[in-house]
């Protein structure tokens, strides 16, 4: 693979791994036909992020490879602190870089990137990558009941009053009105909190759609990373998401990159509940730690604590209609690609066998992407799946919304 | 000024007097080679030399010319002692680091001689502080025997270029590799530490070369940790003169202005690390 970035493309280029930065420790670098796709996952497989840049965002763009790997274009990894040092400081790259130039060199077994600098000066540097398959999460965003597409100022502006020490915001969304608010574990330091809220009016947005009232709680600085990018190149941000406890992806394109982000959100026993449902049944608690959930943050809620919030939870069956399916039965259905299944379980519907009362998780967001062999069993991991891993060949979902 | 009235008699005591009327004069180009406690303080009538070492493979030293000063006075040909740089530079800045306009403080440097203190008068806006600082009998610094006629490959670029070439080195290399040859790379620098290896190369042709002077082509490493102090004397100067002769040996030359505009030199030798297999 080798491509070169010229002028500004460099720094978005830059401004991309910065993004990717907030997500995860590691970079995946995927070089296909359609584009150069940059990925990160975080740790405990919660966030997700792709920069996909087509052929026209480079200067000079092509995927010749060494015979050794047949004609197929290297898919590695790189450590994120080898890669970010390289971009840190973005205003001397726009004051000094003229030319990038990214490539792959199987025989050193490295990855080259070179900056050609003003006053007749090169950077070279060689970085040993880990070959690995591709990383992807399919999300069907255009099944999300709701929908939201503003400028990034818009939602920077909402963002910003926001401390920066802030880990998770609720964003809530009703056919009146958006708004956001700080969200907090624990109801023992009430008075030691700010809580800001803040509410939109649908007029604010470029495009609004509400299927089901709901409060969705994800990591703020993941998106804030996104925001960053998306505000830089002025570019509208889309917000596909459903009910508490299902991703949550926040999209943008422009001609030649599109980048994705998709969170996992709060299972939160103290969401409303989406008006259009009429089934209830006995309140139950989500499940606790022991139960194939792995928490992000190891942030415990207990509900009932914020005085303004319901007493009892309510089991919603999913809005798109699948099947309520128990923790043991839905792991056998994890190694399948086609499961929209897989993509819609509602957390809430697991959890007869509740344990501790009052624990709110993140679910694990992505599963088995980090494993190249296919062939497993159906579950070395019992973590549920929100959106599935797919090997990059599969093209019957679009990540990107179309709006 | 109280300092520029004490009476000339006392001065018969003194082998040495300095004066300067802007202390920063001295302690800036004194942080540059700081990177241990310790410096021999040479002294002669054309000016002071001050010498830092580490474990005989690195010098560095700092000229200061006699008419940096605005007295300079010796009364033997050569006057040299030891003293603790740590302490000398936290008296020099006894009335605060900050650089503000128009305040500086004056600064009378004296010394009697062999087991007499280096006694320091300083003053700003009216204050006089007077300092003590106990000297130690000298070592011998090492000779690098580094000589204009060995030298084999010299450039001398604008340190700008240099800067941050070495704000962004890999310090998880142990090494700093320069390669100077008159076919390319021309000047490179290279590292190699954890997450792959790094070269920054300099062409001949680049507008902040103002000498290329290379007649074969040449790779030495350097120890990182030997080599990173003289970043503060590249952040202070503005063109640096890099030599090496036959066996390798490195020169490194700073040219530093100071805040009146005056220019001192600031100098590193390093010896190449030979343990390590040329790559």
């Known amino acids: ?403 | 000024m109280p300092l520029s009235t004490q009476s000339q008699g006392d001065d018969e005591q003194y082998v040495l007097v300095a004066c300067s009327d802007n202390a920063r004069n001295l302690s800036n180009i004194l942080k540059a080679i700081s990177f241990k406690d310790h410096a021999i303080f040479t002294a002669t009538p054309n000016g002071l030399r001050v010498t830092v070492e580490d474990s005989k493979c690195l010098q560095a030293n700092a000229f200061i010319q006699a008419d940096i000063f605005q007295e300079f006075t010796i009364r033997e040909d050569s006057v040299t002692f030891q003293i603790n740089l740590t302490v000398l530079l936290d008296c020099l800045n006894i009335f605060g680091g900050s650089a503000l306009p128009g305040i500086s403080t004056v600064l009378r440097m004296c010394y009697k001689g062999y087991g007499y203190p280096l006694t320091l008068f300083l003053e700003e806006g009216g204050v006089v502080t007077v300092c003590k600082i106990n000297t130690q009998e000298p070592e011998e610094p090492v000779d690098f025997e580094f000589c204009s006629t060995n030298v084999t490959n010299k450039v001398i670029l604008q340190s700008e270029g240099l800067k941050e070439a070495f704000s962004e080195l890999d310090l998880t290399s142990e090494v700093l590799q320069i390669t100077m040859s008159p076919s390319q790379p021309y000047f490179r620098l290279s590292t190699f530490g954890n997450s792959g290896n790094a070269h920054y190369d300099y062409s001949k042709d680049s507008d902040m070369m103002e000498l290329f002077q290379c007649t074969k082509t040449q790779t030495n490493r350097y120890k990182m940790s030997l080599l990173k102090p003289s970043t503060k004397a590249l952040a202070l100067s503005c063109k640096v003169s890099v030599r090496t002769d036959n066996r390798g040996f490195l020169s490194l030359q700073y040219l530093v202005r100071n805040d009146d505009g005056q220019i001192c030199f600031v100098e590193y030798y390093c010896c190449p690390d030979e343990d390590v297999e040329e790559e």
């Open chain 1, 1 to 403: 693979m080798n491509c070169v970035l010229e002028g500004n493309c460099v720094k978005a280029f830059g401004k991309a791994i910065h993004a990717l930065s907030r997500i995860g420790d590691e970079l995946w670098l995927d070089p296909t036909a359609t584009g150069l796709a940059l990925r990160a996952v975080n740790s405990s497989r919660s966030a997700y992020c792709c920069f996909l840049f087509s052929p026209l965002f480079f200067h000079q763009y092509s995927l010749a490879s060494g015979p050794e790997l047949g004609g197929e274009s290297l898919k590695c990894k790189l450590l994120m602190k080898s890669v970010l040092p390289l971009f840190r400081c973005l205003t001397s790259i726009e004051r000094n870089v003229k030319r990038c130039q990214v490539s792959v060199s199987t025989p050193g077994d490295r990855v080259v990137i070179q900056f050609f600098c003003r006053h007749g000066i090169t950077k070279t540097y060689n970085l040993g990558f880990q070959e690995s398959e591709p990383l992807q999460a399919v999300f069907a965003s255009h099944l999300c009941a709701n929908a939201l597409k503003a400028p990034a100022r818009l939602l920077s502006d909402m963002v910003m009053h926001f401390p920066v020490s802030q880990e998770e915001i609720m964003l809530s969304m009703t056919p009146q009105r958006v708004s956001l608010r700080n969200y907090s574990e624990g109801g023992n330091d009430h008075l030691k909190k700010m809580f800001t809220e803040m509410s939109l009016h649908p007029d604010e947005f470029d495009f609004y759609q509400v299927g089901v009232d709901s409060d969705i709680t994800f990591g703020l600085k993941e998106f804030r990373g996104l925001l960053s990018f998306a505000e830089t190149h002025s570019l509208p941000v889309s917000i596909h998401f459903g009910a508490a406890g299902k991703p949550v992806c926040f999209s943008m394109e422009d001609m030649v990159l599109e980048a994705t982000v998709v969170l996992a959100t709060l299972v939160d026993s103290e969401s409303r509940g989406p008006s259009q449902h009429t089934e209830t049944s006995t309140p139950t608690m989500p499940r606790g730690a022991d139960v194939a959930v792995r928490p992000v943050d190891s942030c415990e809620v207990h509900s009932n604590k914020n005085q303004d919030l319901p007493a009892e939870t309510v089991v919603v069956p999913s809005s798109q209609g699948s099947p309520i399916i128990t923790t043991p039965v839905m792991m056998q259905l994890l190694p399948q690609h086609d499961s929209l299944v897989g993509l819609c379980v509602p957390n809430e519907a697991s959890v007869r066998d509740a344990t501790t009362p009052a624990s709110s998780m993140i679910c694990s967001l992505l599963f088995r992407a980090l494993l190249s062999q296919e062939g497993e069993d159906g579950c070395p991991d019992r973590l549920p799946v929100l959106a599935c891993y797919s090997d990059g060949e599969e093209e019957d979902f679009q990540r990107s919304p179309s709006l």
